[in-house]
C-alpha cells in the first residue's frame, strides 16, 4: 500500500511519541535534542519542556497532563549518511531512565518512576493508557556489543504510588490496546515480531501458550532484518508499527497477515492518529529529522485521553 505524505516539520532530532491533539497540532518528542515540542501545521514547533536524558516517547493521561517516556540518555547518535541520523550504543555514563510527568501549561516536569520493587528502570520507551487512567508502558533495556540487557512491560498509576512488571520481552519498544482493552500489544524490536497479551478481568497478563518462555500470543513475525518500533492501534483492530532499515510501516492483521506502508526513511519508528475521521496519520520519520501528515484508508483508535 502507497500513500502520499506532507512534510509538516523538518530539522529535528529524532523526533518519536507523536500525539495528535484537539486543536490540530501535534505534541513529539526529540530524543536526540531532549524535548517536548508541539507543531501546528504550517508553523514552526515549540518547544514546550526540555527532558534531559531521552524522551523516546508521550501519552496525554487523564489530567491533560502529557507523560513521558524518558530512556535516560540510553543512545549515542551518529551520521549514517547525508541528513540521517541513527541511535548509536549507550554512553559511559548512562545510568538507566524514568517515568515524567509534563504540565502542558506551565512546562513543569515530575519524576514519577526511575525503578520498580527496587530495580531501576533501565530504557523506558512507550505508553498507552486504559479506561481507568493507568498507563501500560515498555522499558526496552538495550543492547551493547556484549549482551541484550533483556527489558519488560510495566503497568503504572499517574499518582507515582504504584508500577508492577507485567511482562518480560527481549527488546519491547511498542504499546496499544486493542478496541476492547482486553489485549495488550506489544513489538519487539530486535525480533521483529508482535506480541499480544492477554488479559483477565482484574488486568492481568494471562500466560503465554509456553509460560516460562513467552510472554504471550505471537501475532506475527516478520521475515528477514526488520526491526520493529512504536505501535498505534486502527478502530477496526489492525496494528500498525514502525518499521526499521526497510523504512515504513507494517500493518498487522489479528489473525498474522501483514501488509507494508512503505516511507522514505530507513527509521520509521512511530506513528499517530487525528482528525475528525481518526483518518489523518501523523508519522515521525525520524532518522531524517521529519515529521510527516498523510490520510490512512480506514481509521484508528480514539485514544482514551487526548488534549
Known sequence: MALGFETIATGLGFPEGPVAMADGSVLFVEIENQTLSRVQPGQKPE???????????????????????NNGGVYTFEQFGPGVRVPGPPPDSFQGGCIQRVDLATGEVTLLYDSCCGRRL?????????????????????????????????????????????????????????????????????????WALDL??????????????????????????????????????????????????????????TEHVPVDDIFTTNLCFGGPDMQDVFITASSTGRILKGRWPRPGLQLVFNG
Request: with cysteine; aromatic share 10%; hydrophobic share 40%.
Open 47 to 69: 518547544v514546550v519542556a526540555r527532558l534531559p536524558g531521552g524522551p523516546n516517547g508521550a501519552a496525554i493521561g487523564p489530567d491533560g497532563a502529557a507523560y513521558v517516556c
Open 122 to 194: 533501565i530504557a523506558p520507551d512507550d505508553l498507552v493508557f486504559d479506561k481507568a487512567g493507568g498507563f501500560w508502558f515498555t522499558d526496552t533495556g538495550y543492547q551493547d556489543e556484549a549482551a541484550i540487557h533483556k527489558g519488560a512491560v510495566y503497568y503504572a498509576t499517574i499518582d507515582g504510588g504504584s508500577i508492577v512488571r507485567k511482562a518480560e520481552v527481549a527488546m519491547p519498544n511498542g504499546v496499544g490496546l486493542s478496541p476492547d482493552g482486553m489485549t495488550v500489544y506489544v513489538s519487539d524490536t530486535l525480533f521483529g515480531r508482535l
Open 200 to 257: 483477565d478481568a482484574d488486568s492481568n497478563v494471562k500466560p503465554g501458550p509456553v509460560p516460562q518462555v513467552m510472554p504471550g500470543r505471537v501475532i506475527a513475525t516478520l521475515p528477514g532484518f526488520q526491526w520493529l518500533d512504536s505501535l498505534k492501534v486502527e478502530a477496526g483492530g489492525r496494528v500498525c508499527v514502525g518499521t526499521i532499515f526497510t523504512g515504513g510501516l507494517t500493518v498487522f492483521s489479528p489473525d498474522g497477515a
